[in-house]
């Protein structure tokens, strides 16, 4: 699932450095740049986004300001210079406030918040699946799962039971499907449930008897989505 995003800033280049951010994350989307509230408005009446990245201090119409005119406001996350509007943004329901400048690190966790949000809603809706198997439509839920591997033109998918499912699709058609708050790709050929994530050492994955690979390029975001802030370390 693509997470829509607008960002709202009077400032060129911190307009630029939040697409660059945007572009990095794999699960956020830009839906558009705007430079005022005014002209941001505009566009909200013809669409909807999932989530605004918003200045606060602009002319005309400030960030608090415009996010008290929209009638339904999307996720807001404040980005300022400005720490005395902190009080005021969590008075709005922001889920988050960034202080400039802002590193990569602080919003990748901002945006992680939004993540869980809006798959954590998406999982409760769905708790199974269907898919072909030898001809017949099968039922599959989705705590059974443990991790799917892609095969090219077909995946396989391994139940806690055992068992493996075999089905005509493509496993980027499958993490379309599946609630990122429980399923994460780990590799070119491997989705993992995060539930049945039995240890990590270093780029593997072990479910059981099973190795699944980590690869380099998505290792830190599989590790910050399964180990969140339950990982207990040495201060």
């Given at each position: 699932?693509?997470?829509?995003?607008?960002?709202?800033?009077?400032?060129?280049?911190?307009?630029?450095?939040?697409?660059?951010?945007?572009?990095?994350?794999?699960?956020?989307?830009?839906?558009?740049?705007?430079?005022?509230?005014?002209?941001?408005?505009?566009?909200?009446?013809?669409?909807?986004?999932?989530?605004?990245?918003?200045?606060?201090?602009?002319?005309?119409?400030?960030?608090?300001?415009?996010?008290?005119?929209?009638?339904?406001?999307?996720?807001?996350?404040?980005?300022?210079?400005?720490?005395?509007?902190?009080?005021?943004?969590?008075?709005?329901?922001?889920?988050?406030?960034?202080?400039?400048?802002?590193?990569?690190?602080?919003?990748?966790?901002?945006?992680?918040?939004?993540?869980?949000?809006?798959?954590?809603?998406?999982?409760?809706?769905?708790?199974?699946?269907?898919?072909?198997?030898?001809?017949?439509?099968?039922?599959?839920?989705?705590?059974?799962?443990?991790?799917?591997?892609?095969?090219?033109d077909y995946i396989k998918i391994y139940?806690?039971?055992?068992?493996?499912?075999?089905?005509?699709?493509?496993?980027?058609?499958?993490?379309?499907?599946?609630?990122?708050?429980?399923?994460?790709?780990?590799?070119?050929?491997?989705?993992?449930?995060?539930?049945?994530?039995?240890?990590?050492?270093?780029?593997?994955?072990?479910?059981?008897?099973?190795?699944?690979?980590?690869?380099?390029?998505?290792?830190?975001?599989?590790?910050?989505?399964?180990?969140?802030?339950?990982?207990?370390?040495?201060?």
């Amino acid at each position: 699932m693509k997470i829509n995003c607008l960002i709202i800033d009077d400032e060129p280049l911190a307009r630029e450095g939040l697409k660059d951010y945007v572009d990095q994350v794999g699960f956020l989307q830009s839906a558009g740049e705007f430079k005022s509230a005014l002209e941001a408005a505009n566009f909200l009446k013809e669409k909807t986004v999932d989530l605004i990245f918003l200045d606060i201090n602009m002319p005309k119409m400030n960030g608090l300001e415009f996010v008290k005119s929209l009638e339904q406001p999307p996720a807001i996350i404040f980005t300022t210079a400005y720490r005395e509007f902190a009080t005021d943004s969590y008075e709005l329901e922001a889920l988050d406030y960034l202080v400039k400048p802002i590193t990569f690190e602080r919003f990748f966790k901002a945006v992680n918040k939004v993540y869980k949000k809006f798959n954590t809603a998406a999982a409760e809706e769905q708790d199974h699946f269907y898919v072909k198997v030898d001809g017949h439509i099968t039922k599959v839920k989705m705590k059974e799962v443990m991790y799917i591997e892609g095969m090219k033109d077909y995946i396989k998918i391994y139940l806690k039971d055992h068992s493996r499912l075999i089905t005509l699709l493509s496993l980027k058609q499958v993490e379309k499907e599946l609630p990122g708050s429980h399923f994460i790709r780990t590799h070119r050929s491997f989705i993992v449930s995060k539930t049945h994530v039995d240890s990590i050492e270093g780029n593997t994955i072990h479910i059981g008897t099973a190795q699944i690979p980590i690869a380099s390029n998505l290792r830190s975001d599989v590790l910050e989505r399964i180990l969140g802030d339950k990982f207990w370390k040495r201060g």
